[in-house]
């Protein structure tokens, strides 16, 4: 086991309460660790919510947080993975001026280049939307930035893990 920190997605079933999200955040906060990334989404079992939150941490604290995660009444299992047993996409929304799309042929390449989507053009702006590693939508946002961004967001990290974590044998009979 690692006493280094690193990267670790924590993937959280729960029953979808409201004030859940309150007490989960609040058991980082109290040991002083920044949540780098959170989203919350339904899973494949009906009914059932999954969070996954990126933090940054070694791994005998993520074991502990896992434990105090699972203690929470509506919380069903709680699993964590480093970034090499998952499968994840993070997304990134840019919004820019419509006239450099047409003015700027570097853009189009950068576009083309980047596998972005155009998702909107209009006359007073276009929205790209790239999704990937986060490196890759860094790369896309410092190539744009140049140009002059209007907005910009990026999503938390979605992920599924590479190995079988036989959670829906484990919701079905909960839902029974």
Known sequence: MS???QLFTISVYTENNVGLLNRISAIFQRRHINIESLNISPSEIEGVAKFTIVVNMI???????I???EKQVEVIKAYYHDLD?????ISGLFKIKSELLFEERQIQNIIKESNARIVTVNKDFFV???SG?????????????VFG????????LIAVSKDEMKISTL???YNN
């Open 59 to 65: 791994e005998v604290n993520v074991k502990k947080i």
């Open 67 to 69: 434990g105090q995660i």
């Open 85 to 89: 047993e998952i499968i994840y996409q």
């Open 3 to 5: 006493t280094e920190k």
């Open 133 to 145: 590693r986060k490196e890759e939508i860094v790369e896309l946002y410092n190539e744009l930035s």
């Open 128 to 130: 790209l939307e790239k």
């Open 171 to 173: 919701l079905e009979t």
């Open 149 to 156: 961004i209007m907005q910009y967001t990026r999503s938390g």
